[in-house]
């Protein structure tokens, strides 16, 4: 079984069912998607989890309860903004409300999830797991990811990303709390970088009709400003309203 | 310092918030997600509002950073990422190599504006 690059090269490729998936098995689809470990999305993951290692020992966290709460968030910026709460002796409860602003974004994403991954074959309880999942880098992957291949394959592949990326993340906070100062600021300014232009250029990647393309345009120019009208609700507020704009505008494209 | 508790006391605690304010998000859309259709209107809608919500993410973390890209000159990481994003779309759309020339032109901007 040879393992192909991830389908990054083009988007005429985007769309087209890995020749992989032909036959493959449920557990096949699990190692496939696992492999994203060693793929761009899980390194970048990696990259951003060590400065959120570094800055959870910063703050005065121990080393355990860094990984708990990658592992329990799985989220890094709700995992940011926690730590940080806590280094400025905030109030348990504003540190709550401040981090479920920022779970908010899960939620639309979660629902454009679980279409794509029902099937018949698999319990209940797994789409818990599913849904524990739903972050940044994995949901990208997964609208990139879960559409060409056969309905009975997608679960299966979307807990093997999902598993992967958590072990990535989790390793990234032990090593970045581990190695916090050994890293030079432009290194770590380097590996934060990564994100944004992985998330980015994966978006665009994946983007298959106008309403896609117009979404990515008008999230990107309304986030700035709404970010500083209406921080904590920015991200909900830039989705719903260039969203729900993309998705009308969108329609008269076609 | 965190006023987090030490031990048993601060898994707690964190385990309660990710139970009651941040995990909620998932399982509402898990409950919402089951009932539509991939093909359908609503859906085609919450996924233009996911991804007007990551670019507006994207916006947030190059704009107004967290950490260490704080210390980078905002014109170098903007400058950075519209080549990144330039390089992406003018030379086959690869992914890796986009996220790659731009981090290495933001550490080269670093490194020269001191």
């Not at chain 1, 993951?45 to 290692?53: I, N, R, V």
């Not at chain 1, 309880?125 to 879960?146: F, P």
């Not at chain 1, 990234?172 to 709390?177: E, K, N, Q, R, Y």
């Not at chain 2, 031990?7 to 309660?16: D, R, S, T």
Request: hydrophobic share 55%.
């Amino acid at each position: 079984m040879s393992l192909p690059p991830a389908s990054e090269s083009g988007k005429s490729s985007a769309m087209a069912t890995p020749a992989w998936a032909a036959g493959a098995t449920r557990p096949q689809a699990f190692l496939r998607g696992f492999v994203v470990m060693v793929e761009t999305p899980g390194l970048v993951l990696f990259a951003s989890a060590l400065g959120f290692g570094a800055l959870a020992r910063d703050s005065g966290f121990e080393l355990g309860h860094a990984v708990f709460l990658t592992a329990v968030f799985y989220a890094l910026p709700g995992q940011v903004l926690l730590v940080d709460q806590f280094a400025r002796g905030s109030a348990i409860l504003a540190a709550a409300f401040a981090v479920s602003l920022t779970g908010i974004r899960l939620f639309p994403m979660t629902v454009t999830l679980i279409p794509l991954v029902r099937d018949d074959r698999s319990p209940r309880w797994l789409t818990l797991l599913v849904a524990h999942y739903v972050a940044v880098t994995a949901w990208v992957e997964a609208q990139r990811r879960l559409l060409p291949l056969p309905a009975h394959l997608r679960l299966l592949h979307f807990l093997g990303l999902g598993s992967a990326l958590l072990c990535n993340t989790t390793a990234g906070t032990v090593l970045g709390f581990l190695l916090v100062g050994g890293v030079s600021a432009v290194v770590s300014a380097a590996f934060l970088f990564m994100t944004p232009l992985y998330f980015l250029t994966s978006l665009v990647a994946t983007s298959r009709t106008a309403a896609d393309r117009l979404a990515v345009m008008f999230g990107l120019a309304l986030g700035p400003p709404l970010f500083l009208l209406l921080p904590g609700f920015d991200l909900l507020a830039a989705g719903v309203i260039g969203g729900t704009l993309a998705h009308r505008l969108g329609k008269h494209y076609q | 310092m965190s006023a987090l508790d030490d031990g048993f006391g601060g898994y707690l605690v964190l385990a309660l918030i990710a139970a009651l304010a941040h995990e909620p998000w998932r399982w509402a859309g898990l409950l919402i997600g089951r009932r539509i259709d991939a093909e359908g209107e609503v859906f085609q809608w919450v996924r233009a509002v996911s991804t007007a919500l990551v670019a507006a993410l994207v916006a947030r973390l190059v704009l107004f950073p967290a950490g260490a890209l704080d210390t980078v000159p905002i014109a170098i990481r903007v400058g950075a990422f519209a080549c990144g994003l330039g390089f992406f779309l003018l030379t086959g759309r690869r992914v890796w190599a986009a996220v790659a020339f731009g981090a290495t032109l933001l550490a080269a901007g670093k490194l020269l504006s001191g």
